[in-house]
C-alpha cells in the first residue's frame, strides 16, 4: 500500500495541489495586474483595427475591486469599489479600457460589467477641454492631443457638409464635433456651477452620483424638486475620445467617463488577426499605442 501511495497516488495529488495553485496565480494576474480585450470595432483606427487584441496594464493607476456586487441587480447606483494605489496616474493622451457607462442609452450611467470600451484619454479631472476648429485643446497644456491626422481632416471640411448624426454632439447647445466646450472636467472636491453649457454633462454626474433626477425648469435646476446652482463634485471624471473622429460615440456625445469605471491602460497591442483572412498580423503585435 505504501507503494502505491509514493508512486501513485501522491503524485497525483502534489500534481492537482500544483494545477489549483496555478489557476490562483493566473485568476490573481488577471484580477490585479493584467487583462486583455478584443477589440471589434474600428473607433481607434488607425492606433487599433477591429482584429486586435489590446494588453491592459492595471497597476498603473491601481486595481480595483468591489465591496459588493449591488451593480449586478441594480446598474444604476454607483459603483462601490476598492481601488489599490497604482504606481501613477492616468496622464493625457494614455489609451485606456473602461466599463461603458451608457450601454442602454445616454440619458443616464448604468455600470455595465460586461460593456468595455478602448478609447483615448483627452482630459483629466480638473482640465478644461475645448475643440476648435476640429482639434482638441485643453487649458494651460501645449501638446498635441490625440489623432492630430483626423484633426487636420475634420478642420479643412466645413460642418454643413458633415451628417447631422455625427457632426451635433450636443442636442441643447450649437456644439459639434468641429467645435465644442469649453468645458470643465470635474475633479472630486470641486464645486460646479450649473448653466445652459453645461447642464447635459453634468446632470449626468450628479444623477450617477446622488441616484436622484435632476431637472431642467426654463433654466432653472432641480435636483429632485429641490432647487441648485452649484454641486461639489464627489468623484474624478474623464474626457475620452476615439482616434477615429468620424467614427467613434465617445464623451463629445455622452460626456464623462467615471474613474470607478476605468479598467487600466492599454500600452500596447498584445496580438491581432484578421478577420477576414485569419492570418496573423505579425507586424502589429506589441506595437506601442503611446503617442
Known sequence: MKHIWKE???????????????????????????????VPTNSMQPSIIPGDVVFVNKLKLGPRTFKNLDFLDNDTMPVKNIRFPGYGN?????????NYPYAD?????????KAFYVKRCLGLPGDTI????????????????GNVKDQRRLSSVPIEKLPVSISRTD?????????????????????????EWNYEFYKRVIEWETGGKMT???????????????????????????DN???SRDSRYWGLLQEEYIVGTVPFILYSKDRQTGRIRWKRIFKSLNL
Open 105 to 113: 442609452a445616454w440619458s443616464k450611467a448604468r455600470f455595465n460589467y
Open 245 to 247: 473622429i468620424f467614427d
Open 90 to 98: 492616468i496622464e493625457r493622451n494614455d489609451v485606456i479600457v473602461f
Open 216 to 242: 431642467d425648469e426654463n433654466g432653472a435646476y432641480f435636483l429632485n424638486g429641490t432647487p441648485l446652482t452649484t454641486y461639489t463634485a464627489q468623484k474624478n471624471y474623464y474626457f475620452v475620445a476615439g
Open 130 to 145: 475645448s475643440i476648435e476648429n476640429g482639434f482638441y485643446k485643453v487649458s494651460g497644456y501645449g501638446k498635441a492631443l
Open 8 to 38: 501513485y497516488i501522491k503524485p497525483v495529488i502534489w500534481g492537482f495541489v500544483i494545477f489549483l495553485a496555478l489557476i490562483a496565480l493566473w485568476a490573481f494576474l488577471k484580477i490585479f495586474v493584467f487583462g486583455y480585450f478584443p
Open 171 to 195: 442636442r441643447t447647445n450649437d456644439w459639434t464635433m468641429k467645435d465644442f466646450g469649453p468645458l470643465y472636467i470635474p475633479r472630486q472636491g470641486d464645486t460646479l456651477t450649473l448653466n
